[in-house]
């Protein structure tokens, strides 16, 4: 992909409203669950940093699908893993928390930063530290009433609620005021990866696109 400005990625990963939420443990099958995934539309990718070898693992899908994806790293916890998944290739950062030197370290690079939180107290503070968007997570805890509830005080919040978004809801999340959202099992599907049915994977994408009306 081509150099983009923190403010174009910003932009991208709106107009795109899903990102696709990677965790597994075998390395061996994920340039196949990403192409899988992106074949079906969705080109917003988190690789998180469970994933065994990370790091290498975002080289790895950078350099193979440099001009059609959005990639970013996730579960970052420090400013280190931030400084390392971004020289890899992340075009955005995610963290479950909220610490300042991620989103400055972020920033250095010109990458975006999405920090997490939980409360509005949380998500407005991370806001004046400048993270670009905030994560709701975990969401499912709170609802999408939640959302429409905060953005009515704090309406230049950018909410990506995480954990209980599915592919019949996220349209929902989305309506309630949400940026985008991040989807992790209900579109990568374990049970098939366990089968390498990668069109299962492909067709969760299509059928997540056709809600959300991305195409």
């Known amino acids: 992909m081509k150099i983009m400005k923190r403010e174009e990625i ?5 107009k795109r409203k899903a990102i ?34 990370a790091i290498e693992a975002l080289k790895i899908v950078g350099k193979e699908f440099k001009q059609d994806l959005l990639l970013g790293v996730g579960t970052v ?18 963290s479950p928390i909220l610490k300042k030197e991620i989103i400055k370290a972020s920033h250095d690079h010109n990458v975006s930063v999405i920090s997490g939180t939980f409360s509005p107290t949380e998500m407005q503070i991370a ?44 349209i929902e999340w989305i309506n309630a005021g949400a940026s985008a959202v991040g989807i992790g099992s209900a579109l990568v599907d374990k049970n098939a990866i366990e ?20 195409y």
């Not at 910003?10 to 709106?14: H, K, L, M, R, W």
């Not at 899988?36 to 988190?46: F, H, P």
Request: net charge neutral.
């Open 20 to 53: 696709a939420v990677i965790r597994i443990d075998n390395l061996s099958k994920l340039l196949r669950i990403v192409e899988a995934i992106a074949k079906g539309g969705v080109s917003t990718i988190e690789l998180t940093m469970t994933i065994p070898n």
């Open 195 to 214: 089968a390498d049915n990668y069109a299962k994977l492909t067709e969760n994408a299509k059928k997540l696109c056709e809600n959300l009306k991305v």
């Open 127 to 170: 806001y004046e530290e400048g993270a670009d968007f905030v994560k709701l997570f975990p969401a499912d805890n709170l609802g999408m009433s939640f959302i429409s509830s905060v953005k009515a005080p704090l309406p230049h919040l950018k909410i990506i609620p995480t954990g209980g978004v599915t592919i019949e809801n996220a």
């Open 10 to 14: 910003n932009a991208e990963i709106i």
């Open 77 to 94: 916890l420090t400013k280190e893993i931030a400084d390392k998944s971004i020289n890899a290739g992340a075009k955005f950062v995610v």
